[in-house]
Structure formats: C-alpha cells, structure tokens
C-alpha cells in the first residue's frame, strides 16, 4: 500500500482529508478538555459501532442525534484535517475520534484526565474486513489480491502503520483510570454487558428502556440502515457503489479467506510480538 497515500513520521494515512502539516498540528497544538470523551482504534476493529452506541449512550437512547448528524461530524477523526477543525472550533465537551498511534496522538491527551476506550479486535478480521473496504476506496493504493494485502498486513504497510505496534503502544496505558480497553469479539457476545461497562466508566445511569434503545438503535441491521452512520452519503466521494462499512459484522469471518500456511504465519507472529502481554486481553486467541 505503499504508492498511493500521504506519509508521516513514517506511518501511512489516506490520501484524502490528510496533510503531514494539520498531523503535525494535531500532535503538537490540539488541546484537550478533561470532559471530552475519545475512542482509540486500529481502523477496521468495530470503530463506528463504538461510536454509535456512545453516542446513543449520552443521549440516553434517544437515537435523533445519530438518525440526523453523520458519524464523523457526531465523532470527528481529530487526525483528519476537516475532524481537526470541527473539534477545535467546537464548544463545550467533545466526541473524538482517533486511529493514531500512541507516538502521533495530541501531547496534550496525557498530561488531562479524558476518558478514552480502547477498542480491540481480532488482527485476523481486522485484516479481512480491511481487505474488502480498501477496494472499494479511491484514497488508498489497492491490493490486487488478499495474498498482496496479508504480506502488506503483516509488514505494517497499511494505513496507520503496525497493528502489532498500535496494540503495544496503547496498551501500556491500560492500567490507567481513565482509559477502558474492551474488545469486539466480547461486545459481539455480551453487547448489553459492554454497554454497561461503557456506561459505568462515563459515568451515565440509563434506565431499563433507555438502554434497550441503545442496543436496538446500535445493532448491525440498524447501523446498516441509518444513512447517517453507513458510509452510504459517501458513495461517488471516495467510496465505490459497491463500497461497504457495515460488510458481515462476524466474529471469526478470517477462517472463511485465510489459506492454513496464512493463519500459520499470522500465529507464529502474534505469538513473537504479544507473547509478554496478559493473554486475556486477547480473548479471541
Ligand atoms: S473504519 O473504517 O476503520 O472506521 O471501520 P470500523 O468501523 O473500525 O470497522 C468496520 C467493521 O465493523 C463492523 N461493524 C459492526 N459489527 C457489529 N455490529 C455493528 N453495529 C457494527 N458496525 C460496524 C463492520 O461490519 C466492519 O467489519 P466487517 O468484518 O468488515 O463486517
């Protein structure tokens, strides 16, 4: 993926909305208030669906606010330029979005007592999901094949570099008070107990029919239906008619595209660049 896209500090970012000065910028200059709320992701690991249920969340159920605003006004990419200057002129507490990796993330975000959630999800399907969405975008370099994209992937040539390196970068804050790290596979399985984790670390109280609207108005169908959080308005602006945020939503969908000597490799890497951190954090394992 290394010919088209925009290049900083040495990771690769899209070739759209990107500039190496705004990510100067933002490292350097953004400031954060203690009351924004940020989600921290590898792109591809359930981003979207985190950010809709949060922002169901802080409007109690109420699900106006995600059937009225796009998903990247609601939550902007601080690292894109236009998220960048949505986020600074805005008022009062924020909703921010990020896939940057620990080195290029805003100073400002560590010395402040803002409540990040870290989402993980299993690098196989993070792969896989990656894969298909990438083709049907005009603002990277497209892999001719899955086999091009697994070399690609396991190399840290893809956008926002390493996943191996995103995961160990963030993870060293996850002892941290204000930092929640939660994972896909377990909000798939027991999303109302995820929910409420989100909940209980916001600091927000919902009633019974509150929260079922959170669950309902965040399922997989729903998403896919709100034009507001589908990717759909971004159809024939860098996005293919074929093009699709919101592909399977399954858990372990890698096992139906990668060959056994792929999920070899993949293994025999997880295990030499994760084997020092708790296992558990990588409950797909
Ligand atoms: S992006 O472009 O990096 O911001 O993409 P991101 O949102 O991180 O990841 C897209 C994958 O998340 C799945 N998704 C969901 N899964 C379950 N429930 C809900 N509500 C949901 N919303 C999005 C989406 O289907 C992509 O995964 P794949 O495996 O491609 O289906």
Same mark, same amino acid.
């Given at each position: 993926m290394s010919e088209k896209g925009i290049w900083f500090e040495g990771i690769l970012f899209p070739d759209l909305d990107f500039s190496p000065d705004i990510l100067k910028e933002v490292k350097e200059e953004f400031t954060f208030k203690d009351e924004d709320v940020l989600i921290v992701t590898f792109p591809k690991s359930g981003t979207n669906w985190l950010i809709e249920t949060v922002c169901l969340i802080l409007s109690k159920g109420d699900p106006n606010w995600i059937q009225s605003v796009p998903i990247w006004e609601r939550s902007?990419?601080? &690292?894109?330029s236009s998220g960048y200057t949505m986020l600074k002129n805005k008022e009062g507490p924020r909703l921010v979005t990020s896939h940057l990796p620990i080195q290029l993330f805003p100073s400002s975000f560590f010395k402040s007592k803002v409540k990040m959630i870290y989402f993980i999800r299993n690098p196989r399907d993070v792969f896989v999901s990656g894969y298909f969405f990438w083709r049907s975008t005009n603002f990277v370099r497209r892999p001719e094949s899955l086999e091009e994209y697994f070399e690609w992937f396991i190399q840290g040539n893809v956008l926002y570099g390493s996943w191996f390196d995103h995961i160990r970068g963030w993870l060293?804050?996850?002892?941290? &008070?204000?930092v929640l790290v939660l994972n896909y596979e377990e909000m798939k399985q027991d999303t109302r107990g995820t929910v409420g984790k989100i909940c209980q670390f916001l600091g927000k109280k919902l009633e019974p029919e509150e929260l079922n609207s959170v669950l309902e108005n965040s399922s997989f169908q729903a998403m896919k239906g709100n034009a507001m959080s589908n990717y759909s308005l971004l159809k024939g602006v860098c996005l293919e008619d074929n093009g699709c945020l919101l592909r399977k939503g399954s858990p372990g969908d890698w096992k139906n595209y990668l060959t056994v000597a792929q999920a070899e490799t993949f293994d025999k890497l997880f295990r030499e660049k994760m084997a020092d951190l708790p296992q558990e954090l990588f409950p797909w394992q």
């Open positions: 902007p990419w601080i &690292e894109s060293s804050m996850r002892d941290k &008070e204000n």
